[in-house]
C-alpha cells in the first residue's frame, strides 16, 4: 500500500471508527464482539483500500457479511439434548452479586468526596499521591477521607450483609 492510500485509511479509520463499532454493537450484542467485528471487516478491507469507492458502506457491507456467516455457523451446529440440566458451574454467583449490590448501595450512602476517594483508593487500586493529585487536594485530606469513608462503611456494615465485600 502506497503512503497516501495508507494515510487515507488511518484517516477513515480514526473517523469512522465510532460509527462502524455502533453498527458492529448493534449486530453482535457485545462490545468486544463487536471490536473484533470492526477491527477484522477493516483489516479486510485494507488490501483493497485504493479500489474501494464508497468506504463507509463496504466496510459496513463486510462486517454484515461477517456476521452473517458467524450466525450460519452457529445454526448449523446441532444442538444437543439432554435429559436433566447441568448444573451451575458457580453456585456463589448469586451470593457475589448479593454482595455487590449491597456495597454499591452502602457506597451510595457515603458522602460524594468520601466516596470518590474510596473507590479511587480500594477499587481502582490508586496511590494517595495519585488520588490527591487527581482531586487537587493533599495526600493528607486523601488519607483522612478514605479513612472516614471505609469507617463508615463498616458502621454500614453492622446493620446489612457487605462483611465479605469489605474484605
Not at 495508507?6 to 463499532?21: I, K, N, V
Amino acid at each position: 500500500m502506497n503512503p497516501a492510500h495508507e494515510r487515507e485509511f488511518r484517516d477513515f479509520a480514526a473517523a469512522q471508527s465510532p460509527a462502524l463499532l455502533r453498527v458492529a454493537y448493534l449486530l453482535t450484542g457485545d462490545v468486544h464482539l463487536a471490536q473484533d467485528l470492526m477491527q477484522s471487516a477493516l483489516a479486510a478491507c485494507v488490501k483493497k483500500w485504493h479500489r474501494i469507492d464508497e468506504p463507509y458502506a463496504y466496510v459496513r457491507k463486510v462486517m454484515y457479511r461477517s456476521q452473517y456467516n458467524a450466525w450460519r455457523s452457529r445454526a448449523r451446529k446441532p444442538e444437543s439434548i439432554v435429559d436433566t440440566v447441568p448444573e451451575r458451574t458457580d453456585p456463589d454467583h448469586a451470593d457475589r452479586v448479593a454482595r455487590r449490590r449491597d456495597l454499591q448501595t452502602a457506597l451510595a450512602r457515603l458522602p460524594y468526596r468520601q466516596r470518590l476517594i474510596v473507590v479511587l483508593r480500594y477499587y481502582e487500586d490508586r496511590s494517595e499521591v495519585e488520588v490527591a493529585r487527581m482531586l487537587s487536594i493533599s495526600a493528607s485530606g486523601v488519607r483522612s477521607q478514605a479513612s472516614r469513608g471505609i469507617a463508615a462503611l463498616r458502621r454500614i456494615h453492622e446493620t446489612s450483609e457487605i462483611k465479605e465485600a469489605l474484605r
